[in-house]
Nanobody, 127 residues
Framework: QVQLVESGGGLVQAGGSLRLSCLAS????????MGWFRQAPGKEREFVAA????????YYADSVKGRFTISSDNPKITMYLQMNSLKPEDTAVYYC????????????????????WGQGTQVTVSS
C-alpha cells in the first residue's frame, strides 16, 4: 500500500510563506512524477505544480508561477512546495499526488493522470 502524507499547512497572513512537505511510503512503486493540487470550498481540484523525475523539470500553474517552488531532496520519496507571497485566494486544501504513467502532460494538470493521493493539508491565508 502506497501512502502519501502531506504536512506543513497552517494559517498565515497575506504576504507570508509556508512550506509544504509530502512523504511517500509503503511498498515500492515507481512514480514518473509527482504534483501538488489544491481545492477550495465549492471549487474543483486544480493543478498547482508538478515535477518530472527523469528530467527534474518543473511545471507551474500561471496563478502561482514566480511565487511557488516545487522541489525534492529524495526523488520519488519526498517533495516540497515552498509558497511565498501568499494571497487569500491561495486558501485551500493542498494535496500531493504521484503518477505511475510515463507520458502524461504535466502542464495540463489533469487529476486523473495521478494514481496516488494524500489526504491533504489545509492552507489558510488571511487578508
Amino acid at each position: 500500500q502506497v501512502q502519501l502524507v502531506e504536512s506543513g499547512g497552517g494559517l498565515v497572513q497575506a504576504g507570508g510563506s509556508l512550506r509544504l512537505s509530502c512523504l511517500a511510503s509503503g511498498r515500492t512503486f515507481s512514480s514518473y512524477g509527482m504534483g501538488w493540487f489544491r481545492q477550495a470550498p465549492g471549487k474543483e481540484r486544480e493543478f498547482v505544480a508538478a515535477i518530472r523525475w527523469s528530467s527534474r523539470r518543473t511545471y507551474y500553474a500561471d496563478s502561482v508561477k514566480g511565487r511557488f517552488t516545487i522541489s525534492s531532496d529524495n526523488p520519488k520519496i519526498t517533495m516540497y512546495l515552498q509558497m511565498n507571497s501568499l494571497k487569500p485566494e491561495d486558501t485551500a486544501v493542498y494535496y500531493c499526488a504521484a503518477s505511475t504513467s510515463s507520458g502524461i502532460d504535466y502542464l495540463a494538470g489533469r487529476p486523473n493522470d495521478y494514481d496516488y493521493w494524500g489526504q491533504g493539508t489545509q492552507v489558510t491565508v488571511s487578508s
